[in-house]
């Protein structure tokens, strides 16, 4: 089982970042996924998730209206589409496979957003 995240790095505030989550070794059409992101100092957070047939998504408060988590699951991936990004969105983004009681993590990727 794998899941890998690419896509982070560093942007500016207001800026756009592109996330993606490419998954192996498992049936990645009947496991939710989801986004989660730890800052520095702080607990590792839910920030989106999407059902398995990618009907359903919730996300957290702090980013409603500037993200969107999205996934096809012909690719196996999974993505994470950051709009009009805050210093306060400065974290590692990890990618989460859940199904009944099994989960899978990526190893995450950095995101800064700073001047």
């Known amino acids: 089982v794998q899941l890998v995240e690419s896509g982070g790095g560093l942007v500016q505030p207001g800026g756009s970042l592109r996330l993606s989550c490419a998954a192996s070794?498992?049936?990645?059409?009947?496991?939710?996924m989801s986004w989660y992101r730890q800052a520095p100092g702080k607990e590792r957070e839910l920030a989106a998730t999407i059902a398995s047939a990618g009907g359903t998504t919730t996300y957290a408060d702090s980013v409603k209206g500037r993200f969107t988590i999205s996934r096809d699951n012909a690719k196996n991936t999974m993505y994470l589409q950051m709009n009009s990004l805050k210093p306060e969105d400065t974290a590692v983004y990890y990618c989460r496979a859940r199904r009944s009681w099994q989960r899978y993590w990526g190893q995450g990727t950095q995101v800064t957003v700073s001047s």
């Open positions: 070794g498992f049936t990645f059409s009947m496991y939710d």
